[in-house]
């Protein structure tokens, strides 16, 4: 997992996106044990306090759960994870339509450049 901490926002928050995206992308897969708290602590260069309470806002949203005997894994709840996909994209494209207009773009410029875009794209691939 590459770990990309900014400047911008609280260190927590930024622990808790990383984690959301692994797990909506496979890379934690439902059911499955999660890394310690010191193990991400030291691969994120954080305070393992600062990763536990990522975890525990993470316990909160359903994602995580943990077993006392056996640490904190993914929830089995496949449900959960994509509508948690559909959250972290619908925030994505909520950001997008924001920067859009603070560059002065209106609806159907900026879904002509999105389109455009994704024509680029798909002729790379």
Same mark, same amino acid.
């Given at each position: 997992?590459?770990?990309?901490?900014?400047?911008?926002?609280?260190?927590?928050?930024?622990?808790?996106?990383?984690?959301?995206?692994?797990?909506?992308?496979?890379?934690?897969?439902? $059911?499955?044990?999660?890394?310690?708290? @010191?193990? /991400?602590? =030291? &691969? %994120?260069?954080?305070?393992?306090?600062?990763?536990? !309470?990522?975890?525990?806002?993470?316990?909160?949203?359903?994602?995580?759960?943990?077993?006392?005997?056996?640490?904190?894994?993914?929830?089995?709840?496949? $449900?959960?994870?994509?509508?948690?996909? @559909?959250? /972290?994209? =619908? &925030? %994505?494209?909520?950001?997008?339509?924001?920067?859009? !207009?603070?560059?002065?773009?209106?609806?159907?410029?900026?879904?002509?450049?999105?389109?455009?875009?994704?024509?680029?794209?798909?002729?790379?691939?």
């Amino acid at each position: 997992m590459q770990w990309n901490i900014r400047d911008d926002a609280p260190v927590y928050a930024q622990l808790v996106e990383h984690i959301k995206l692994a797990i909506v992308c496979g890379e934690f897969k439902p $059911g499955d044990r999660l890394p310690s708290v @010191r193990e /991400l602590s =030291a &691969a %994120a260069g954080v305070n393992p306090n600062t990763m536990q !309470r990522a975890f525990a806002e993470l316990e909160r949203d359903g994602l995580v759960l943990t077993q006392r005997t056996s640490g904190r894994s993914v929830t089995e709840d496949v $449900g959960r994870v994509e509508q948690t996909k @559909r959250q /972290l994209a =619908a &925030a %994505a494209i909520q950001t997008f339509w924001v920067n859009m !207009r603070k560059l002065g773009y209106a609806q159907r410029e900026a879904l002509q450049l999105l389109q455009q875009s994704g024509t680029e794209m798909k002729e790379e691939t």
